[in-house]
Every structure is written in C-alpha cells, then in structure tokens.
C-alpha cells in the first residue's frame, strides 16, 4: 500500500494540511517568544524546515536565524550546501562547533572505532543556546522516527539544565500552544511532529526543493561494520581488518559523518528515491550507528538535551 | 469523495481491552511496520518471555510504561493507505488519565473505543464516550475486541451493542458503529474475519478509510492573528490560520479591537493569491493603518463573534493543584492570551453516571462546568459551532503549566438584570454552625448571610432582592422561610450538600 506518487502538491491534501499545521506551529513561535533560533543540521528534515519558515513569513523574510553545530565531521557537501542555501533564502547563518567545546575542555573526545562527535554535540548545543540566550530551538524531528518520540509534544519543555522531563509534559490540546516558562528554561519546538519519512520525501518532490547530493545515489568509499554502511574518512577510526571499498551508495539521514549509515542504492533521482522509500523495509534511523547502543538509546539522550 | 486528507482517531479503551494489539495491528497488517521496528519488539517480547509477538509493544515507547506494562501518555502514531494518511492518538484507559484522553481527542475527527467482548460495557467505556461527547465528537466507532475469546458469538456482540447504544443515545453523538474484531487474531481490522459469517458490516480500516470526517456548517470568517510581519516601512502583513469562512482580496474585514478595514493583498503558502479559505495560513496586508496585533481576531462586520468578559465553560481540570476560585490564571485562546479567574462552579460532571454535582472545587482529572470572568473580552463562539475559536486551556501564572482544557458554551451577560433572587432557609442549628456553614457555601459561589430569627421581614426581602441568601437560626422558623431540621451530631457534611440542594 502506498499514496500514489508524484502528483502535483494540491492533489495531495494531506501535505498541504501537514504544511499549513507547519506554518502555524513556526508562526506560534515567532509571535510567542524572543529569541527563536532553527536548528539547521544539513538533512532533510530541517531543509523542508527552512523552506516551510519561508512560506510562513514571505513575503518577509524568515524572522529567526539558523544555528548549525558543526561537528567538524560533517560531509563536505552537507556545508556547500548549508552555505548555499543561506546564499539563496538570505537567512541569517550561526554555526558553533564542537572542536570549540573539546579545546576549551567543556567536552572530552571520545577514542576508539565507536567514537563519535554525536553525543558531544548536546553540550555544544545547550553552550550556544544559553550564549545566545535562544528561548525555542525549532528541530525537524518527527514522531515516526522514533519511539520516545511518539509521545513528544509540539513545544516540548526544556529545563535549565536543557533537560525533557518525558512524564511530566504539559498536556497539549488543539491548536494551543503553550510556551510560557521561567527564565533559563527554553523550548524545543517541533512543527513536522505529524509528518512521516514518506511524507517528507512527497513534499520534497511536488515543492521541488533542493537537497544535498548526498541523498542520490554515489559511489562512495565505505566500510562495512556489522549491516551498517560507514563512509569512510579521515576521521572513522577503522576496526583491524577493515578496509574501505567503494559501493554505489545514497544516504537516507545526513549527519556526523562517523554515525550515519548509507545504503546500497540505485536512486539517482528524486522519483526513485520516494519508490524506494515506498518499499522501505528498514526504517531510517536504524541506519544511525548511535541509536544501537541500547533500545531506549534515544529516550536517554532526549532526557539530556539532545536534539 | 473529497480529496485523500488526514483522519485523526483518538483510541480509547480500558487497560487490556487491546488498545496497543490494535494499533500494532492495523500498523501490521497495513504494512506500516519496518522490518527493524518488527525486529525490535520480537526481542523485547523473547525478553519478557511471552511466546508470541507482542504488537503492543510497538506502542508502548516510553521506557516507565514499557516496565510497568501499561500506556501513560498520549503517542502519536502513523499510517496511510491508498486512501488516506491516519493520525492516531494512542491514550490510555485508566481514570487517573482522564485528562491524556481529553488530550488526544481534542484533535481527533473519529473516536474508536474499545470493550472487551467477556467484560462487556464497563464504566470506562461510557467515560470515553462521554468525553468525546463533551470534545464534540460526532462519529464513535465502538470495537468489541476479544471476539475470539467469546467463541465469536453474534448473541454477546448484539447484547453489547445494544446496552451501549442506549447510553449513547443520551449523548447526542450521532452515528455509532459496531465492529466485532480480534486484534490478536486479525479478526476484521484489515481483514474480513473467516470466524464471524454473520457480520456484514466494513472491517475497522475500511470504516476509517470512508468515513466522512464531520464537517462543520460553521462559515463565518474567523481569523485570529498569530504574528505580525514587517519586512520594511511601507508593508505590514498580519498573518494567521482561517479557523472558518473564507477571505478575499477586497473584503471588508472587522477586527475584534473594532476598527474595519478593506483587504489589500493576501499571501497564501508565500505566494500572492486573491482568495484563501479555512484551514490556509495567511498573510493579510489592509488598506489603512489599523492597529492589530497577535490574539486580535479579524471577521466579517456581518457576522460577528459572541464578546464577553464572562463565559461559561466546560472544562477538564489537568493538574494536581485544584482549581481555586478567585485565583489568577492565564487564558490561552489560540494566539490570544488574557487574564481570567474563576468566578464560581455552576458543577461538576460524573463523566460515568452524566449526574452533574455541586462542588466547591475540580481537582486532577475531573470535568466541570464554571464561569470564568476574564480581564477583558473575548471574542468567541460556542464550541461546538466553531473549536477554533471557543476552545482554550488555562495556564498557571506560576509553574507556568496548562492546568485546564476548556470548551466555550455561551456568554454569561454581566448586564442581564439579577432575577435570581436569594432564598430563605430557616435551620434547626446553633448559630455558630450556621456561620462556618455560611463561609463553606461562600466557597461554592453562594453568597449568605446568617441572620437571627426576629428580624424586619422587609430587611431580609431587601436581601433575597439583591441574590443574597438568607440563613436564619433560632427561635421558630418564618411563614415564607423554608424549614430544614437537621438531625443528630456531626451532621456538617450531610448539611453543607443538603443547603447547596436547595440554593
Ligand atoms: N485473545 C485475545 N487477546 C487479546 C486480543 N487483543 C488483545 N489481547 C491481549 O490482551 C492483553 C492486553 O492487550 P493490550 O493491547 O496491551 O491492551 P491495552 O492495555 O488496551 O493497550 C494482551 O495480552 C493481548 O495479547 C484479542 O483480540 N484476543
Ligand atoms: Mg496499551
């Protein structure tokens, strides 16, 4: 079963009801609080994001800035594309990085063939945040993504340490939105909560919106560890034994470059890439070599202020 | 059949009826579920040691309810067809949980409850029934779940269905539809069931796939504005979602601070358009400058809003800290936000029994019906006419957390002449009793005054003129007074809720 493709935005009126419910939750953010900020992490999600934030306030321009944690891992064509993009909406680009909170010693690099920056850039985040003073962080996830996400409110309350507080969130009725809050406290704001993978992908289709390169089908060093695909790169610390070999491959999530998972994959354009989404039989974060640490994996890092 | 949109459905059951296999199920068997999800709760389930796939586990996310076993928050799940895209708000059945359901049908088009075909109609499923009365719920579909269980037996599922249908029926919901299924099994959820020949009715996601979400007749344009955009000195756009109605290029519009204007232009999705219609984002630019400003509503002169700064109101209490009368709360309407106290409780409603009972006081969970008195007017519309617009939550000014979930039933006119007069009870208990009784019924909104038993008669007429009930004590009761004798010790209880019977 599936939505038939590729038809034009107006024919699909569930995108064009996810797309309004978007621009609503993105303009209860700018009429509700200071200091907005829109988490840019150079996938999909936070690009519709953008595109949406568009929509919302043209024929102004978009009323908040996006603010980039770089892990300094990041693929190349994540950043040409994020400078691209600023070029072309006129959007105000912030980037913090990683490296910033390891030289200072607010972070400790991890060592050893599982490192990652991932986990690192939590407390990059909540630095900028309070630096800046941000009082909502507008995020690209949804509710499908992941199981503790499914229960994720709309404006979902931060703590002052950053911290989500899974069983005492504020109820969350109709089309109202709560934001108020101490001083200290902030929000995580989520306006694609409602919007599937698919969902995603239809809107990228029938708006037409640019992505990274990394999306479509490449041929790619790789390595393979356990059934994930790694790309290979400087900053991969390899396992013995492991030697990179090059794959057709496309990314499905773009993030750290040490932790996101490619697949083998043929799509070289945005239509193969819905059907391929369409016979998916592997969800797209199981790709994430982070989120195998442990089945609650994701809950814990929430509760710390992840994104 | 109108263009494939979204179907919200709220599922509502009590614990173990099978709210959890369901959904997994109509998940399963709509092939929504991805082959490392399914991996994932194969072994949790091995780990718990239960022999088959447990679907439940699909939904229980959190990691508390997946130790204790059961579901405590709202989830989100979803699913799409070839007809439509499904939202369903997974809540749970406890009482304790009143306000999560409250919660996840407030969105909801559909409400599917469901009972357990050996347990039959329990009081939980008449709550749910009930809230999604009062949420303004217009379609129920009642799942009677564990067919297997009662050998799929025609005679139990009429009897079900018809003791339900009769408590329905006092709801004024108007269509409800029955469904015999098993969710382990599959019976009638996707699939039609072998087991059950005597059923002709749809299968549940057939049912969901047609249904005809309840339209609203409600046309009048309402525009609450959310935020105002100034990219330069010569262009002001005020932009807001259309809760109902339509806007054009030319229109005359009101806003609620009472000034009119024409419209100039209008942005729709970031594009110039000449037209917009309900459910579209907007930009609206005006032809004169007017001062407007997030939480003012824009609609037609014609066809104005109700305004008042006293409304009554059926709300859903959804925090520890009880409701106090007199205490300030913040009132969020959509983008508006005003002061608002709670001037009294006309009562509280038994959600399983529909009894309404005076109380001084809602706490965690219950519903009731108040009076909110708010700083200044609101522009607003009964509920059930227009949830955009007579829907609200109240919010503490302190914890700052949503304390209350209200729905709008009409204005209470502060100019309406006070015809309620007071009443005259005359009671058989000593006067101290009777002034601490007097400070308990302040609390429920009755104003009274004690007064001993030789007074001028053209005093205590003065009194009831003015609303103001009149106790008297002593000596043998009044012609005119209404006697109530009270028995035995320690009757304070027994008396507080006799008196308020009477005023
Ligand atoms: N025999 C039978 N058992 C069922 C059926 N539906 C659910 N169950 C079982 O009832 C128990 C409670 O189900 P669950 O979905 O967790 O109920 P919830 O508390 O309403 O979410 C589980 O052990 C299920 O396997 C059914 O149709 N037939
Ligand atoms: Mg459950």
Same mark, same amino acid.
């Given at each position: ?80 594309? +994020? ?74 309350? +931060? ?149 | ?134 949420? &303004? ?336 004590? &002593? ?29």
């Amino acid at each position: 079963m599936g939505i038939s493709l590729l038809q034009p935005v107006q024919k699909h009126e569930h995108l064009r009801q996810l797309e309004s419910e978007a621009i609503y939750t993105l303009r209860e953010v700018a009429g509700q609080f200071e200091r907005p900020a829109l988490l840019f992490s150079g996938g999909k999600d936070s690009i519709v994001l953008v595109h949406l934030a568009q929509k919302a306030f043209a024929p102004g321009g978009i009323p908040f800035p996006l603010l980039h944690i770089d892990t300094g891992h990041n693929f190349e064509e994540t950043i040409e594309f +994020r400078d691209e993009l600023v070029r072309r909406t006129g959007a105000t680009l912030l980037v913090r990085y990683v490296q910033d909170s390891i030289d200072s010693g607010r972070v400790r690099e991890e060592t050893g063939p599982y490192s990652s920056r991932n986990g690192l850039q939590t407390v990059t985040l909540l630095d900028a945040l309070s630096e800046l003073k941000t009082d909502a962080a507008i995020g690209g996830a949804r509710r499908d993504e992941e199981k503790a996400r499914s229960k994720e409110r709309v404006f979902s309350h +931060r703590d002052v340490f950053g911290q989500w507080d899974p069983k005492n969130q504020r109820p969350e009725l109709w089309n109202i939105y709560n934001g108020s809050k101490n001083p200290g406290e902030h929000f995580r704001v989520f306006p694609l909560s409602n919007w599937t993978e698919l969902d995603i992908w239809q809107y990228i289709v029938s708006e037409g919106i640019p992505i990274p390169s990394l999306y479509f089908s490449h041929v790619r060093k790789v390595i393979q560890r356990s059934d994930v695909l790694l790309a290979d790169s400087e900053f991969l610390a390899k396992l013995p034994g492991e030697v990179p070999e090059l794959r057709r491959i496309r990314f499905r999530t773009v993030g750290d470059s040490t932790c996101t998972g490619a697949i083998e994959s043929n799509a070289s354009s945005l239509e193969d890439i819905l059907s391929e989404v369409i016979s998916a039989r592997v969800t797209e974060r199981s790709g994430r070599a982070d989120d195998r640490r442990s089945d609650a994996a994701m809950e814990d890092r929430k509760r710390q202020g992840y994104f | 059949m109108a263009a494939a949109g979204i179907l919200r459905f709220a599922t509502a059951g009590s614990v173990d009826d099978g709210k959890s296999s369901l959904i997994g199920r109509l998940l399963y068997d709509s092939k929504s579920i991805l082959e490392d999800q399914l991996l994932s709760i194969e072994k949790a389930s091995q780990q718990r040691g239960s022999g088959q796939v447990e679907l439940a586990l699909l939904t229980d996310g959190l990691r508390a309810e997946r130790e204790q076993n059961i579901t405590i928050d709202v989830a989100y799940r979803y699913f799409s067809t070839d007809k439509r895209k499904f939202i369903i708000a997974d809540t749970p059945g406890h009482l304790q949980y009143t306000r999560n359901m409250v919660t996840g049908t407030s969105t909801a088009d559909v409400s599917v409850i469901l009972i357990d075909a050996r347990k039959g109609v329990l009081s939980q499923s008449k709550r749910h029934a009930a809230i999604s009365a009062l949420l &303004g719920i217009r379609q129920l579909v009642v799942a009677v779940n564990k067919m297997d269980l009662v050998d799929f037996s025609e005679h139990r599922f009429d009897e079900i269905a018809q003791e339900f249908s009769a408590f329905v029926a006092k709801l004024g919901i108007p269509q409800t539809e029955f469904i015999p299924i098993s969710a382990l099994l599959g019976d009638n959820v996707v699939e039609p069931s072998a087991s059950m020949e005597w059923y002709s009715g749809p299968t549940l996601l057939k049912f969901l796939e047609e249904v005809e979400p309840h339209q609203k007749p409600f046309e009048e344009l309402r525009l609450p504005i959310q935020y105002v955009i100034r990219p330069n000195q010569d262009y002001r756009g005020y932009s807001g979602r259309i809760e109902s109605g339509a806007l054009n290029v030319g229109d005359t519009v009101e806003v609620s601070t009472g000034s009119t204007a024409r419209v100039q232009s209008l942005y729709v999705g970031g594009q110039a358009e000449l037209g917009a219609i309900a459910g579209q984002g907007v930009v609206v630019e005006l032809d004169r400058d007017i001062d407007v400003s997030r939480g003012d509503l824009l609609f037609a002169p014609t066809s104005p809003p109700l305004v008042s700064d006293r409304i009554e109101a059926i709300v859903c209490w959804m925090t520890e800290q009880p409701l106090e009368l007199g205490r300030r709360y913040l009132l969020l309407q959509g983008p508006t936000r005003v002061s608002a106290t709670v001037e009294s409780i006309v009562h509280r409603v038994d959600v399983d029994s529909l009894d309404e009972q005076p109380v001084s006081s809602l706490g965690m969970n219950d519903i009731g019906r108040i009076i909110v008195h708010t700083a200044s007017p609101l522009h607003f519309d009964p509920y059930a006419v227009s949830p955009g617009t007579g829907s609200f939550v109240m919010v503490d000014p302190f914890t700052h957390s949503t304390v209350a979930a209200g729905m709008i039933q009409e204005a209470v006119s502060k100019s309406e002449p006070e015809i309620v007069t007071g009443k005259w009870l005359w009671l058989s208990i000593p006067i101290d009793d009777a002034r601490s009784l007097s400070s308990e019924l302040r609390k429920f909104g009755k104003v009274v005054v004690v007064l001993p038993n030789n007074l001028d008669d053209v005093l205590i007429k003065d009194f009831l003129q003015q609303g103001i009930h009149v106790i008297s004590v &002593g000596g043998n009761p009044m012609p005119g007074s209404v006697k109530v004798v009270i028995e035995g010790q320690d009757t304070r209880p027994l008396t507080l809720e006799a008196i308020l019977s009477l005023l």
